[in-house]
């Protein structure tokens, strides 16, 4: 409830293609709509719900969608709801998804579902969500038949409601099952994490609220002393990150291995963002962050679980990178702004182009190098990781064992993405040598 992620466009370079990404366009209607939720169903479906970028903030019922991996987009509108906001989206396929919206006036909210790609909207009406303390933050289906949708308190007690049927009807979790909630608590539109029949929820009380079961029963744990917006992403059952999303917050992280029910901060190091962020399904531990400041704005990734940071090339300072998610190392989305009069530089949606090298791939806890893209014309990223925190130096030797290239990586961080130019360099086979002191690892790289 009560906190939108909303940030006024602002007329910076644009983001034009690079190595790693691709633009699509998402075809908005109007201009300098961003995107403030998406979520990625699979490698072909992603919805995606826009908001007004111009100001003064319209809450705009815009959303876009994808069938084909993005390579078009499909933008519309849910029609009617003059003094509602759409919180989030939840896609079930290309065809179905549902939106929780909320009454900008007076509170109370109401869950709807289209079957039809978006071209018509039906309410749900078995949730109340009724005003004046109604309000509608979260949906989420654990399968095709069982579903939760999660708002604020009402009546004395968070309003949750489970399905099992689809979502055709919806019942209240009973008020014995949830711990109480605190003065003045309420949920945050969005902020949740589901992984197997493990839901949690943040709330601005600085709080976590978890089921195990999908619905029946509820815990809450406390992950920082003081009140502050809480928002939480999870990669398994039991390794989970809270993020501290306060209006004073300077992007603090909290971790926990077991869970939830403990949390520890983290010592964050290289440029963590703070708008959004998801973990990359399908490795252990590495996670992506956005920011759409005009002061610091950019997409980066951690290889080590968010303890440290490293920016994706040509993003750092570009665009206004806003709402993320993956579907796997190889497949993941990012939102920004959309401008029809320039496409080229405001399309609206990037998609990461693969991992052929496997950086995601990588251990921290085993280490390893990546050098990509390899063949290549002398124009590298070297990805390192694992090496302990250390200065890690770089040296390039030819066939004939001669240094051609020496480089030191200072940032004392445990990965690294850093580009080394050896464009001046002949064609040929090379050996690159990256040593911490303890640790030394050898990797092949081709110039053509």
């Known amino acids: 409830m009560k906190k939108l992620l ?56 815009n959303f876009t969608r994808t069938t084909d991996g993005g390579n078009t987009w499909q933008a519309g509108i849910i029609p009617g709801y003059a003094i509602y906001g759409v919180a989030m989206v ?32 039906t309410e749900k009406n078995t949730t109340a969500f009724a005003a004046p303390d109604g309000f509608p933050d979260i949906v989420h289906f654990f399968n095709a038949t069982d579903g939760i949708c999660i708002g604020d308190p009402n009546g004395g007690y968070f309003e949750i409601y489970t399905t099992t049927d689809g979502g055709d009807t919806w019942i209240r979790t009973p008020q014995a099952n949830i ?63 809270a993020h501290d999303r306060g209006a004073n917050s300077t992007g603090a992280m909290y971790e926990t291995l077991d869970g939830g029910t403990t949390w520890t901060p983290i010592a964050i190091s290289g440029p963590h963002y703070t708008y959004d962020f998801s973990w990359v399904p399908g490795t252990t531990q590495a996670c992506i962050s956005t920011a759409v400041t005009s002061a610091a704005s950019g997409v980066s990734f951690s290889l080590d679980g968010g303890h440290s940071w490293t920016d994706f090339n040509g993003t750092a300072n570009a665009y206004q990178f806003m709402a993320t998610d993956w579907v796997n190392p190889t497949t993941g989305w990012v939102g920004g702004y959309y401008r029809p009069q320039d496409t080229v530089s405001f399309p609206g949606m990037f998609k990461y182009n693969g991992d052929p090298v496997g950086v995601f791939q990588i251990d921290p806890k085993e280490g390893g190098i990546s ?52 464009s001046g360099l002949a064609r040929g086979t090379y050996m690159a040598v990256v040593n911490c002191g303890k640790k030394v690892m050898n990797k092949k790289l081709v110039i053509r």
């Open 90 to 121: 939840y896609g079930i396929d290309g065809l179905t998804a549902w939106v929780p919206i909320y009454d900008t006036v007076s509170n109370g909210g109401k869950l709807l579902k289209t079957t039809d790609g978006g071209v018509t909207w």
């Open 371 to 422: 050098i990509y893209p390899n063949p290549g014309n002398g124009q590298f990223n070297l990805v390192v990781v694992g090496f302990e925190n250390k200065d890690v130096a770089v040296n390039i030797f030819n066939a004939l064992g001669q240094n051609v290239y020496t480089g030191q990586l200072r940032q004392n961080l445990i990965s690294y993405n850093q580009p080394i130019d050896l």
């Open 6 to 61: 909303l940030f006024l466009f602002i007329l910076l370079a644009g983001f034009t293609s690079r190595a790693q990404w691709i633009t699509q366009v998402t075809h908005f209607p109007i201009d300098a709509v961003g995107i403030h939720y998406m979520h990625a169903v699979d490698e072909n479906v992603v919805w995606a719900m826009g908001y007004d970028g111009l100001g003064p903030f319209e809450y705009l019922k």
């Open 179 to 241: 711990p109480a909630q605190l003065s003045s608590e309420w949920g945050v539109i969005g902020y949740y994490a589901a992984i197997g029949d493990n839901i949690w929820f943040g709330t601005n009380k600085s709080r976590v609220y978890k089921t195990t079961d999908k619905r029946l029963t509820w815990t809450v744990s406390t992950v920082v002393t003081g009140a502050t917006f809480i928002d939480v992403d999870f990669i398994n059952a039991n390794h989970g990150i």
